[in-house]
């Protein structure tokens, strides 16, 4: 493997990988790199992917948002690049979601946004608000919460 000419984010970035047993997801390598612009990791890893210096080992859902696209996963050295994922149906996001929720907070939320309620609010803590969801966005409530 020919590293002589590559930038210091690109050694460190095929040292990262190379260390990695699963590889690593773009926003894996930005924070190890400590690299805050986006365009910059994604020049670097077209660069790579270009010279054969990487390759992409899988796919992987990462965001706990619901329509959230597959992430490609980086692995070092020359290999065959896994087959892009179909994306997911309406039927298969919901039912994700409702998997990562809980099937039982669920129903009660689906129960008070049907009877028109704005938010639901359960030992006193607000777990679903019109707008919001279940705060997964705002932060507001963890899965493990909604699991127990």
Not at 13 to 25: I, V, Y
Not at 108 to 120: E, V
């Amino acid at each position: 493997m020919n590293t002589a000419r590559l930038g210091p984010n690109q050694r460190m970035a095929l040292k990262l990988l190379a260390a990695s047993a699963e590889g690593m997801t773009r926003a894996e390598l930005q924070a190890s790199l400590h690299i805050t612009d986006l365009r910059s990791v994604q020049a670097m890893l077209k660069s790579l992917l270009g010279r054969g210096l990487i390759h992409i080992s899988a796919w992987r859902y990462e965001s706990a948002g619901a329509s959230c696209p597959a992430c490609r996963v980086f692995a070092a050295g020359k290999g065959e690049d896994a087959k892009k994922p179909e994306p997911m149906g309406a039927i298969q996001r919901k039912h994700r979601y409702v998997e990562k929720v809980g099937r039982e907070l669920f129903r009660q939320a689906d129960a008070a946004r049907s009877r028109g309620a704005s938010r639901l609010v359960i030992d006193g803590e607000v777990v679903w608000q019109r707008g919001d969801g279940f705060g997964l966005r705002s932060g507001g409530i963890k899965p493990a919460r909604l699991a127990a």
